[in-house]
């Protein structure tokens, strides 16, 4: 079992910058590959970014590209999501997920363990 817990999100505006982190607690994190979601009110959960477990690869959702950027620290088991140039399109709650394996992935279905999510609040 791998316990997640995201913290960071709150309001902020348009343009401004936010970072969220996932510590995790429970099995060996540098095991597990991470990924960030969101979910917007009525809306599916969707793919942001994510990070291997080494934290050597990382990927974007082409929304975020450029402006998201994810850097994990074993040491410490976080993972941290750096948010820049925020829009209001960015509001949702983010999650973070994790998964065993070599791979990453995109799908939320993918992912066997899950935090609660923070929210992010961004005005315009």
């Given at each position: 079992q791998v316990q997640l817990v995201e913290?960071?999100?709150g309001l902020v505006q348009t343009g401004g910058s936010l970072r969220l982190s996932c510590a995790a607690s429970g099995?060996?994190?540098s095991n597990y590959n991470v990924a960030w979601f969101r979910q917007a009110p009525g809306k599916e959960r969707d793919f942001v970014g994510?990070?291997?477990w080494s934290g050597r690869?990382?990927?974007y959702a082409d929304s975020v590209k450029g402006r998201f950027a994810i850097a994990r620290d074993n040491a410490k088991?976080?993972?941290n999501l750096q948010m820049n140039s925020?829009?209001?399109e960015?509001?949702?709650?983010?999650?973070?997920a994790a998964r065993s394996g070599s791979s990453t992935s995109f799908t939320p279905s993918s992912y066997d363990y899950w935090g609660q999510g923070t929210q992010v609040t961004v005005s315009s």
């Open positions: 913290s960071g999100g099995r060996t994190f994510t990070i291997n690869y990382t990927n088991n976080t993972v925020l829009r209001p960015d509001t949702a709650v983010y999650y973070c």
